[in-house]
């Protein structure tokens, strides 16, 4: 139909942690979904998958965004702006962009407080 049904799937060192509302029939999902995940102070990165949901088959992946540690510290008061996605699998060709801020705050009890909030794509 030339459209998808986009959700986000959130992963902290390759665990599954967090996954967004499916946005139905559209090439532009907006979602303006917050969370808030304590970070280990061992993490080495935060990957954040486009999915297209399908009913009748496994979904696809549409691409992936990966924020390091080193990233976040590089950007110390955070990061907002658009990433281009990465193909998951190298046989496949992968265009599109996801807009998110991303901020590490202090830490509580010696862990750190990551706000990401997956705003849109397209």
Same mark, same amino acid.
């Given at each position: 139909?030339? %459209?998808?049904?986009?959700?986000? =799937?959130?992963?902290?060192?390759?665990?599954? =942690?967090?996954?967004?509302?499916?946005?139905?029939?559209?090439?532009?999902?907006?979602?303006?979904?917050?969370?808030?995940?304590?970070?280990?102070?061992?993490?080495?990165?935060? %990957?954040?998958?486009?999915?297209?949901?399908?009913?009748?088959?496994?979904?696809?992946?549409?691409?992936?965004?990966?924020?390091?540690?080193?990233?976040?510290?590089?950007?110390?008061?955070?990061?907002?702006?658009?990433?281009?996605?990465?193909?998951?699998?190298?046989?496949?060709?992968?265009?599109?962009?996801?807009?998110?801020?991303?901020?590490?705050?202090? %830490?509580?009890?010696?862990?750190?407080?990551?706000?990401?909030?997956?705003?849109?794509?397209?």
């Amino acid at each position: 139909t030339g %459209s998808s049904d986009p959700y986000c =799937i959130v992963k902290i060192d390759d665990e599954t =942690i967090i996954r967004t509302a499916t946005v139905w029939k559209t090439l532009s999902p907006f979602w303006g979904e917050e969370y808030e995940v304590h970070l280990q102070p061992t993490f080495h990165s935060v %990957s954040i998958y486009v999915m297209d949901e399908d009913a009748l088959s496994r979904d696809d992946v549409i691409g992936k965004v990966c924020i390091t540690r080193d990233m976040l510290a590089e950007h110390p008061k955070g990061y907002s702006g658009w990433m281009s996605l990465s193909e998951v699998d190298p046989d496949e060709e992968v265009q599109g962009e996801i807009h998110l801020r991303v901020e590490v705050q202090g %830490s509580q009890g010696g862990r750190r407080l990551l706000c990401c909030t997956v705003l849109e794509a397209r």
